[in-house]
């Protein structure tokens, strides 16, 4: 079954970076874009960031454009978010979707990322 | 960036009775495929989201035939038959459209 497995969050001073991962299981990697989707505690959802199967595609909220930077590995089954100049306001649960057939089809548990000092 | 607008924000109903959500958009949301990426997508309390409807009305696998959704353009609503203890939780509309991708403020549902 698939399987999406978040991990590298956990708290960080302002200005600071952290990079998430995620691991996929289950199905072909290779054969789904990937998403990165966000929820600050008590909030709504906040698409993050989108990675075609090839990795070619990419696209940004401009709420993150120019801090955050999406990859995969199709060999190595994982996706990544690279965070940069994180600010308070990137506080929030984040979690990896697989698209299927269209959008966010299969969601992981997802890590908790909290910007404070 | 298009708006999604979902009403209303809390939706309180009696076990067994149908409940409804609407979701408004501030453009179309007609591809240029001809297709409308509009999706629904359910979180219960301590849960990960789960999608439950993909473009307008396709129900996803496993997922109650009690829900279904309709709407067209900009106006879209999914529908609940006769609502269960576990239908508990909060009920998004998200268009896939254009970019970026956004989402409704969500909906409350619980029990009376």
């Known amino acids: 079954q698939v399987q999406l497995v978040e991990s590298g969050g956990g708290l960080v001073m302002p200005g600071g970076s952290l990079r998430l991962s995620c691991a996929a299981s289950g199905f072909t990697f290779s054969d789904h874009s990937m998403n990165w989707i966000r929820q600050a505690p008590g909030r709504g959802l906040e698409w993050v960031s989108y990675i075609s199967r090839s990795g070619k595609t990419i696209y940004y909220s401009d709420s993150v454009k120019g801090r955050f930077t999406i990859s995969r590995d199709n060999a190595k089954n994982s996706l990544y978010l690279q965070m940069n100049s994180l600010r308070a306001e990137d506080t929030a649960v984040y979690y990896c979707a697989r698209d299927n057939v269209v959008a966010a089809g299969y969601w992981g548990q997802g890590t908790l990322v909290t910007v404070s000092s | 960036d298009v708006v999604m607008t979902q009403s209303p924000l809390s939706l309180p109903v009696t076990l067994g009775q149908p409940a409804s959500i609407s979701c408004r958009s501030s453009?179309?949301?007609?591809?240029?495929?001809?297709?409308?990426?509009l999706h629904w997508f359910q979180q219960r309390p301590g849960q990960s989201p789960r999608r439950l409807i993909y473009k307008v009305s396709n129900r996803d696998s496993g997922v109650p035939d009690r829900f279904s959704g309709s709407g067209s353009g900009t106006d879209f609503t999914l529908k609940i038959s006769r609502v269960e203890a576990e239908d508990v939780g909060v009920y998004y509309c998200?268009?896939?459209?254009?970019?970026?991708?956004?989402f409704g403020q969500g909906t409350k549902v619980e029990i009376k």
């Open positions: 453009q179309s949301l007609v591809y240029s495929d001809g297709n409308t990426y």
């Open positions: 998200m268009q896939g459209t254009h970019w970026p991708w956004t």
